[in-house]
């Protein structure tokens, strides 16, 4: 049943490329236990990495074929379908309060997300840590570098003493970003910091637990305080990540009693560091 | 795809013929159409909402763009990028189950890791993407979606002899954009004192978008946007396909006739059998997927058609234990023995999951899911206890299997279209890492049947034909 005849159509492939070419048992051809395949892998070095795509493709596709009139017509034929125009032109205009209303959150955001996105140049022409602290103070936050007494942080008319190219030395120490309105994908910007010691997210709403995933990482060699206070977005999975900041001393939570989990990770995060000293503000009850 | 097509004139009868047995009783006509005014009239045949609050058709769907065999994460996921990168009436989308309660797919019974630790270019960049998936959940589900994400890391741990592949890897996934660092045997011992690493050489341990998440609340969001979004779910098993011969079509590597499929047969739970015809079909079975592809002749004709789709049941435990004393605290990552062992932290009092793939000739057999304890016992016990010794008196208390949707060529998903048929489109084969890419293949396969190519991530080489030309994509990171 398997022994066929090349297709008469398919003259490009060689005996190697393709099965239907060899005329081998189908036991073979079946796929092979994983046992074999570590005996295959010995025999012919094959590396997967080697694999491109053009040889996934044994036949000729059908306009590339001598003779077809495709390539004439090529110059009033895209590739691309314009699939998302189609989508828009389909989709009914909705012009009620709450549709615009979540169109313009949606847009905001994205705005957003953008003006905080990472960008090369900006790293290559301050370094690091001078990009992190233009990042941050722009934004409203405040930073503190290593032998400097005062936060840097800008004044009622948005305006920040900052160098505008690369020093050198200017190492920052400390970064407080209460209340800004810090996404995950302007975290970017704090990564590769030296020496940052001292953080706070008090009042970042949009600070979750991926972020939390992404500051334990960036930080875990430096940071000795951080400050968690009034994220509502945290729970105890991505408390429980900060694990990864090694040399943490002091860690600020909002009510670590909240939930018997929330109080079980933080007690677990002291057993594994016992330098740590995890705080919180006293929980005041209303009378 | 139509490329692969060439119209030649045909005497007029001939389009007229068709050889499809329909399985449905015959309807009168008359009658037919007063039944459908009357259940119009009756408003029977807008869509309603079932006990779970969920959108959804009274009427059986005989007539469907795309139908998809599948509705765990891969199908569902395929179902709502299909819908949301149309619009709500552009597709008529179904979904075919045959087991809503969801109680034996692999989805459910998973562990839900996510991780970025592969070899193969692809799958790093699909895991990315499930990362990124799932870190916007509420983008895309509303802001009550939820999938107890635990960034909790990846350690994968390698003897000598593995060290240098592991190395290899990590360089691979950290230019892909995935974050993790090598450690060795002292940096090992000293961020992980619990741990014992005489016969480990290096680890690798992942420091960013790693972890486990909920794969039910992942299925559930995805079926939930993809009903909200308007795929019909349709409660039945797909038991055959028909076929049409269809001489006006000419392909490369197809000798005589090709004879294509857009009719099958779907068995409802009331043994109804009732006909569906699609102009595009998803296979996305799981690990059934084999079975399914028979139905359509793949592994059972002739040329192409002689090549089996590899994808196999594959029975998998995965036992929790307890542990007293002083069981390995917060700073454990889900950690993957050199040997294949896996196991991670399960709640926070000290309870841990752990599971293992057997070698090959002790492959338990698949025709129930019963946990057997011998192999921990036996096999996972040892590593266990020698790894960590806090884990030396440790015992199952409980366990659960699940089935691999194994590929047993190269242990990688197949995703893109049938060589064969111009209308299947295959998503399946995941072998142990399906749930992270669920969001990656759906996006893809949505790609390529809407704007006709892949757009974001290439997957042209995890694609049917590299059974074809017979070019394996091995990965190495499969546990
Ligand atoms: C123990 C275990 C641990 C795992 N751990 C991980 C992990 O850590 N990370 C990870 O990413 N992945 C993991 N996986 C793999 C992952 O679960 C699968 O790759 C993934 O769920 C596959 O999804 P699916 O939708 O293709 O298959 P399924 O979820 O199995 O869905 C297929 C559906 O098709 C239906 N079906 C089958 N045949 C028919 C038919 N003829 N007609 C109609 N419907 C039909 C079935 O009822 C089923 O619901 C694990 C799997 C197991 C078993």
Known sequence: ?287 | MFRRYALQLKPLTKTFHTSIKLHEEFENPILRTIRILRDDIMLRNRPGRDEHGRLVSRVFPHYVDIVIIGGGAIGSSIAYWLKKKTNFDALRIVVIEKDPTYRKCSTTLSVGGLRQQFSLPENIQMSLYGAEFLRTIKKHFGKEAEVNFTPHGYLVLASEAGAEQLIDNSKLQNELGAMNRILNKDQLKERFPWMNVSDVDVGCLGLEKEGWFDPWSLLGLLRRGASDLGTQYVHGEVVEFLFTEMNDVIMDGVEGCYEGTNNLVVKLPDGQRKNIQFAACILAAGSESGEVAQLARIGTGRGMLSVPLPVEKRKRYVYSFQCQGEPPGINTPMTIDHTGMYFRRDGLGGGFICGMSPEAHEEPSCDNLDVDYKFFDDRIWPILAKRVPAFEAVKASRGWSGYYDYNTYDENGIIGPHPYYQNMYIATGFSGHGIQQAPAVGRAISELILDGRFQTIDLTRLGFDRLIVDKPMYEIGIY
């Open chain 1, 1 to 287: 049943m398997f022994k066929l005849r090349l297709p008469q159509i398919c003259t490009k492939f060689t005996a190697q490329q393709c099965r239907f070419c060899t005329i081998k048992e189908p036991k073979e051809l079946i796929a092979k236990d994983p046992k074999e395949k570590d005996v295959v892998e010995v025999q012919e070095k094959y590396d997967p990495k080697k694999v491109t795509k053009e040889d996934m493709q044994w036949r000729t596709p059908w306009h590339q074929k001598e003779g077809q009139y495709y390539s004439l017509l090529r110059t009033f034929y895209t590739e691309d379908n314009k699939r998302s125009l189609l989508q828009s032109l389909q989709t009914p205009i909705d012009l009620s309060p709450s549709s615009i209303k979540n169109w313009w959150a949606k847009h905001k955001e994205q705005v957003e997300i953008l003006s905080q996105s990472y960008l090369p140049e900006r790293n290559q022409v301050l370094g690091n840590e001078l990009a992190a602290a233009h990042f941050i103070v722009y934004r409203g936050g405040a930073v503190k570098f290593f032998n400097q007494d005062k936060w840097i942080k800008a004044d009622e008319n948005e305006e920040y003493d900052l160098p505008r190219f690369y020093e050198e030395g200017k190492i920052l120490e400390a970064i407080d970003c209460a209340d800004m309105n810090i996404v995950y994908e302007g975290l970017e910007n704090l990564r590769n910091l030296k020496k940052v010691q001292w953080l706070s997210f008090n009042g970042c709403e949009r600070i979750d637990d991926w972020c939390i995933d992404k500051i334990s990482n960036m930080f875990s060699h430096s940071l000795v305080y951080l400050d968690l206070r009034n994220c509502p977005c945290i729970t105890d999975r991505g408390i429980g990540a900060l694990y990864k900041l090694r040399k943490l001393k002091i860690l600020y939570l909002d009510d670590f009693l909240r939930s018997t989990t929330y109080e079980m990770t933080c007690l677990l995060l002291e057993e594994a560091n016992p330098h740590l000293e995890i705080r919180s503000d006293p929980v005041v009850f209303e009378t």
